[in-house]
């Protein structure tokens, strides 16, 4: 009936005009995340789904890279499903993941051993050694990144060391994403956004060196084909469709670092604009058409304009994440309590953390569970609980891992006011543990800069729903984003506050240094190295 219905409409010069749906799917260290939305950036579905972090020696963090494909098929048919959409009315999707990651890829352009995500710092001789020769003021120079942040190529080093039989069977590698669009379309890509976090890679310039790969022992064919964020790099196939539940046919967008989807998703992508999220690791972003790019900091192009614009992204390696440890493994009574009331065990968890005053009754932490990025770039750093007393609670444990997260996010934001750069006077506050009024409060008196949040929670999936609609013609910019966007519960400073988490703060960075060494050592031992 509705073919003869098409043929008659053709022949009468009517003009049959199909719905258009978006899907955006994106890949956390901790999950991933999917989303459909509709020609008018409206949210018809949202799935997420957890993975394990598999951490099998000290140093190492990797994921099963089958979960990858497993967790984009379940959550794009639930989106689907949800959603209650035609599946060939999906036009576009594009997809993001938490950088640097790797998923090494043998001729069949199957996963050659677990995944790497950003946690793991296993390479750490290697960083040093690429850090004497070539030196990291070349590498610095050329990526506008550090090689402590272990980027692809440093990884790819430490398997050629201690798995060469592996090493001799890589064809490619990619990023997560980039292995999720080579099951989608069978091509292997990255984007502007992404290419840094493999390594080797010319920011200013989008390019890889290949003089330097060569020089390291690493294939450049194996690195994938660069394209801008707004590019589409192929159509589904139709082994990918029937897993996933899209249509064979439908564009895939080159992408963007995860980071990005949830600025674009916030509706943030002017110069100036401050975006903040607490997933597995805490981090904010701004945005900057200057290539001056600070040593002691992340940075990328920026999804719009992505070759000439760049988002620099400080970072402590456990935000979220130090959450989640603390309801993993102290939390079975919220975890019990959840599961017979239906109340998140991290909203349990924040009820405890605001009976706590500012500066946790004299409980400080140090929150490096998995060493730290900026600005210390310290892979041997770990967790240090300063002050116990018998006094303290399990609460005052809760409020006081929320301020050392505030603390290390903090000394970035210091850094980077004193660089000079735009910054907007809000900081906008998106995924992960953003969605704790606590903490976003305490960031708001540590900072001492007013905050909001954005009302639409679905975060980096729906940035890249968006991203693949502006890469398929469906919208002719990112503006429907900023016009959708509504932020919510708008926080000032409480200067009173502020001064006393300043005279914490100013302890936090001292015992840092005290202990600094001591890491060292600590790690050391665990190694079983004489010292």
Not at 42 to 51: G, K, N, P, Q
Not at 198 to 222: A, M, V
Not at 373 to 393: D, Q
Not at 501 to 509: A, K
């Amino acid at each position: 009936i509705f073919i003869t219905f098409c043929a008659l409409s053709k022949a009468k010069g009517m003009e049959i005009s199909m719905a258009k749906y978006l899907a955006g799917l994106d890949y956390g260290t901790g999950g991933a995340k999917a989303c459909i939305i509709d020609e008018e950036a409206r949210v018809l579905s949202y799935a997420y789904r957890e993975y394990p972090i598999i951490v099998e020696h000290p140093g190492w963090s990797e994921h099963d890279p089958l979960g990858y494909w497993e967790a984009a098929c379940e959550l794009l048919k639930e989106c689907i499903q949800k959603a209650k959409v035609v599946p060939n009315e999906i036009v576009a999707i594009a997809v993001s993941s938490a950088l640097p990651c790797l998923v090494m890829l043998d001729e069949k352009g199957a996963p050659i051993q677990k995944a790497y995500n950003l946690m793991d710092k296993r390479a750490w001789r290697e960083a040093k050694e690429l850090m004497e020769n070539p030196g990291k003021e070349q590498i610095f120079d050329l990526s506008g990144n550090r090689l402590e942040d272990h980027p692809s190529i440093v990884n790819l080093l430490w398997e050629k060391k201690n798995r060469p039989e592996d090493f001799a069977r890589i064809k490619k590698v990619n990023t997560i994403d980039g292995y999720i669009r080579y099951k989608l379309c069978g091509s292997h890509t990255t984007n502007h956004s992404c290419g840094v976090f493999l390594g080797g890679y010319n920011i200013r310039e989008n390019s890889f060196d290949k003089t330097l790969l060569l020089n390291l022992g690493i294939n450049p064919d194996w690195m994938p084909e660069i394209y801008g964020c707004e590019d589409i790099v192929g159509e589904v196939n139709k082994t990918a469709a029937k897993d996933t539940g899209l249509s064979p046919g439908t564009l895939v967008s080159a992408g963007q670092c995860d980071f990005n989807a949830g600025c674009i998703g916030a509706g943030l992508f002017r110069e100036g604009d401050i975006n903040m999220n607490l997933g597995t690791c805490g981090n904010f972003g701004v945005i900057h058409k200057d290539s001056n790019f600070l040593d002691t900091m992340l940075a990328c192009a920026f999804t719009a304009n992505s070759n000439n614009t760049y988002i620099t992204i400080p970072t402590t390696t456990t935000g979220g994440g130090a959450i989640r440890y603390l309801r993993d493994f102290f939390g079975d009574a919220e975890k019990s309590l959840e599961k017979l009331t239906g109340m998140s065990a991290y909203t349990m968890m924040d009820m405890e953390g605001e009976r706590i005053s500012p500066g946790s009754e004299g409980l400080l932490i140090l929150p490096y569970l998995m060493g730290e990025r900026t600005p210390l770039w310290n892979s041997e750093a770990r967790g240090v609980v300063f002050g116990m007393s018998f006094h303290h609670t399990k609460g005052h444990m809760i409020r006081a891992m929320m301020e050392g997260v505030a603390y290390a996010l903090y000394s970035s934001f210091l850094l980077m006011k004193e660089s000079g750069k735009t910054m907007g006077n809000c900081i906008i506050f998106n995924e992960g543990g953003a969605s704790s009024r606590l903490w976003r409060k305490i960031i708001t008196d540590v900072f001492a800069v007013p905050t909001a949040m954005v009302e639409n929670r679905v975060g980096a999936p729906y940035g890249d729903a968006i991203l693949a609609g502006v890469a398929a013609g469906i919208f002719p910019d990112y503006q429907i984003a900023k016009d959708k966007a509504i932020y919510i519960d708008p926080l000032e400073p409480n200067e009173k506050n502020h001064q006393i988490y300043m005279e914490y703060y100013s302890l936090f960075e001292k015992l840092y240094r005290d202990v600094k060494d001591d890491f060292s050592i600590l790690a050391r031992i665990v190694k079983g190295e004489k010292l």
